[in-house]
């Protein structure tokens, strides 16, 4: 996975500068540098089908039926990896991100037979999409390097703008507190909990961090306030997993929410 040489503000410039600086050396660096796969492209979007397998569908499932009828969206595609597993349950799938290298993904995805997503550039906070376009949105990995919380709750707002209604979202997002991360211990997870009611009044941390490194913590009572004000439901809670060991907690929080 590639991360920025230097701490530094303006992620989203950052991050549109050091894409476009790897995607010119090769293919298999460019899609390494979102997810480490030793540079095998392969492996890479076969690791991206597990994750979205165990990330986002399955946690979905039990809220939405007839999934080959409804059309998805991912909020920071990157390389793909997410996407095309989803191009494959969905009937037309849309990736949004900030770089201008998607030409890159598409071709990857046509060579494995994939011709129902749509790749768009984004400005870093809003989504170029219609009102109540969209079935299902998704984003993993992503919010916690948005780097201010303003950013943050417009991706809410949007997200509530382009679903159409009854439409499903699971977002995911870096924890205020994580002293469980990496460890399998309940214990640990329920100290982080307690850390963000008695510390965490503000609910959030913006930090000053190298390009691809986590620069925002948002706390689950925070994101769950702001989903509710925008008028969402909310319908599931959870915390992420670090795969391929699922008894181990990772550094992210879920929240699933439907639009009314």
Not at 7 to 36: L, P
Not at 79 to 96: K, T
Not at 142 to 156: G, M, S, T
Not at 210 to 215: A, I, L, P, R, S
Request: aromatic residues 12%; glycine residues 8%; positive net charge.
């Amino acid at each position: 996975m590639g991360v920025g040489s230097k701490k530094r503000r303006e992620h989203i410039k950052g991050f549109i500068e050091e894409i476009d600086i790897v995607s010119q050396n090769d293919t298999n660096q460019f899609f390494n540098w979102f997810d480490e796969s030793g540079g095998d492209i392969e492996k890479n979007f076969l690791k991206g089908r597990y994750e979205f397998s165990i990330y986002i569908l399955m946690p979905l499932l039990k809220y939405i039926d007839d999934l080959h009828k409804k059309k998805i969206l991912e909020i920071g595609y990157g390389g793909g990896r997410l996407l095309l597993a989803a191009s494959s349950c969905f009937s037309e799938s849309i990736g949004i991100d900030i770089h201008k290298n998607s030409s890159i993904v598409e071709a990857e995805f046509l060579k494995r037979g994939v011709h129902n997503a749509t790749f768009i550039q984004s400005d870093g906070s809003t989504l170029p999409l219609e009102n109540e376009e969209i079935d299902v949105v998704y984003s993993f990995i992503v919010l916690q390097h948005v780097e201010k919380i303003e950013i943050f709750n417009a991706y809410i707002a949007e997200t509530y703008r382009v679903l159409k209604r009854g439409g499903i979202a699971i977002l995911f997002f870096g924890r205020l507190y994580q002293c469980s991360t990496n460890k399998r211990l309940k214990m640990f997870y329920s100290i982080d909990i307690v850390l963000e009611k008695l510390l965490g009044r503000k609910g959030y941390k913006e930090i000053v961090a190298q390009v691809n490194c986590t620069n925002l913590k948002v706390s689950l009572s925070y994101a769950k306030k702001k989903l509710i004000e925008h008028g969402f439901s909310v319908l599931e809670v959870g915390v992420s997993r670090k795969l391929p060991h699922i008894d181990v907690f990772g550094g992210q929080h879920y929240i699933i929410v439907k639009k009314e």
